[in-house]
């Protein structure tokens, strides 16, 4: 069985400009994790996806972060405009709704913002 | 809110030495509480859990136990090896699912083992 498949691996890009994320969660998990990884930090909780609804959004900058999962599968992270205080790794997961021991994560996406 | 803190690292130890890599955390009710490891260029694994109190996880030679008077979980290993070389991550889930099944995850304790 495959694992949560992430891509890009790394993105180095300039301030001010675009970036996206992509995420193919393990077949027949519903629930979907974005997670922020700062260097040298645990992972922090970026927005929950139940199926293809945004359940829990609030530590989401919604200023320049947005996140779709069109039809409750894969989904995107999009950063616009990237900032340098961007630069982390992000962290896709899955899990089935109400998973009590824990989820697969993916590999992550290293990003630097210069 | 739920917190999560872990022994600054790194912890740097020979071969064939004795781990502990202290956890605590501070929540409402009873969490699940799990250790993830991260390897070098990889993500987190899940390594091992424990859903309730006095319940004891292991894995690979790793152990925790969920200690409810201490609100503690310390993960332990008796004998490291050179591949045991990672970033361990504790993390706890709050009681009956909720916040979502958000995990809430410490800072990390990198560890190096020396051949």
């Known amino acids: 069985e495959a694992g949560v498949v992430q891509s890009p691996r790394y993105k180095i890009i300039e301030k001010k400009q675009p970036v996206a994320f992509w995420c193919n969660p393990i077949s027949g998990h519903n629930t979907l994790y974005w997670y922020r990884q700062n260097l040298g930090q645990g992972p922090e909780l970026l927005i929950r996806?139940?199926?293809?609804?945004?359940?829990?959004d609030s530590q989401l900058p919604k200023d320049r972060f947005s996140a779709e999962r069109l039809k409750g599968v894969d989904s995107t992270l999009k950063i616009q405009p990237a900032e340098l205080g961007d630069s982390a790794v992000y962290l896709c997961a899955s899990s089935y709704p109400g998973e009590a021991y824990g989820y697969t994560f993916g590999s992550g996406t290293r990003l630097t913002v210069v | 809110g739920d917190s999560v803190t872990q022994m600054e690292g790194p912890v740097t130890l020979s071969e064939e030495a004795f781990l502990t890599i202290n956890c605590t955390y501070t929540a409402t009710g009873y969490p699940s509480l799990f250790w993830y490891v991260q390897y070098p260029g990889e993500g987190l694994q899940l390594l091992l859990k424990?859903?309730?109190?006095?319940d004891k996880g292991s894995n690979k030679g790793f152990e925790a136990t969920y200690r409810k008077e201490t609100t503690s979980f310390h993960l332990e290993k008796g004998s490291v090896q050179v591949s045991d070389s990672a970033v361990y991550f504790c993390a706890l889930r709050a009681p009956n699912n909720n916040a979502g099944n958000m995990l809430t995850f410490g800072g990390g304790t990198r560890l190096m083992v020396k051949p």
């Open positions: 996806y139940e199926n293809e609804e945004a359940v829990d």
């Open positions: 424990a859903t309730k109190a006095d």
